[in-house]
């Protein structure tokens, strides 16, 4: 079993549409919990991280953590065709050796 | 700020033969870590260089090596090339403080192993 599972997708939505993205995870010390977007062809960059549980907003970006369900969430409101990329999910014991889920493909379609 | 760079872009080897990757941190960062990344999969953490020491190491055989020069740059060594050795490499670089390191990668070396 992999420390952290993630759907591949690939995930196809309508422009405007609410996105959600989930991992989970096996190994309940991790404390750090990123999600990172990746475009075709570039490195990936980092988009939100929590540390602990909790639900963290950033514009039309919100994460959540579920730490007793070993679960996290990033959601994507008013999804636009700039959003298409590879999204990852991250996390650790601390922020310097992350363990990512596989990513899942989305696009948005006009 | 030119962000994190590496090199080269792209990368062409035969099995059996050595490869040097190199990577140049994000000016004012001092940790530089290397990831692979196979097609289809997220990246995996090779290890990490602060104060030209590996600091920490994942799950690679010691065909992987790495160094970290005074200036911070890095360079990431993979011996006795297998197909499988085949992917992205991904360098990220972070300063090391206390608390939260958020890691900036940099767009990556594509390795091919014929």
């Known amino acids: 079993q992999k420390e952290v599972e993630q759907d591949p997708g690939p995930l196809s939505v309508p422009e405007g549409a609410i996105v959600s993205l989930n991992c989970t995870y096996s190994?309940?010390?991790?404390?750090?919990f990123m999600w990172y977007r990746q475009y075709s062809r570039k490195g990936p960059e980092l988009l939100m991280y929590t540390y602990s549980s909790g639900n963290k907003e950033d514009g039309r970006f919100t994460a959540q953590v579920d730490k007793s369900s070993k679960y996290i969430s990033l959601f994507i409101r008013d999804s636009q065709p700039s959003d298409s990329a590879t999204y990852l999910c991250a996390m650790g014991y601390n922020t310097d050796k992350l363990i990512f889920g596989t990513g899942t493909r989305l696009q948005v379609f006009p | 700020d030119a962000g994190v760079t590496q090199s080269p872009t792209h990368l062409i080897k035969t099995r059996g033969q050595q490869v040097t990757l190199r990577c140049s941190p994000k000016?004012?960062?001092?940790?530089v870590s290397w990831y692979q990344q196979a097609l289809g999969q997220g990246p995996q953490f090779i290890f990490q260089y602060y104060e030209e020491e590996e600091r920490q190491r994942g799950n690679f055989p010691d065909r992987f090596s790495g160094h970290q020069f005074p200036n911070y740059s890095s360079e990431l060594n993979v011996n006795a090339l297998l197909l499988g050795d085949s992917a992205l490499y991904l360098c990220?670089?972070?300063?090391?403080?206390?608390?939260?390191?958020?890691?900036?990668f940099g767009p990556g070396t594509r390795l091919t192993v014929l």
């Open positions: 190994n309940s010390a991790f404390q750090y």
């Open positions: 990220a670089s972070s300063l090391d403080t206390s608390s939260y390191n958020e890691q900036f």
């Open positions: 000016s004012g960062h001092d940790t």
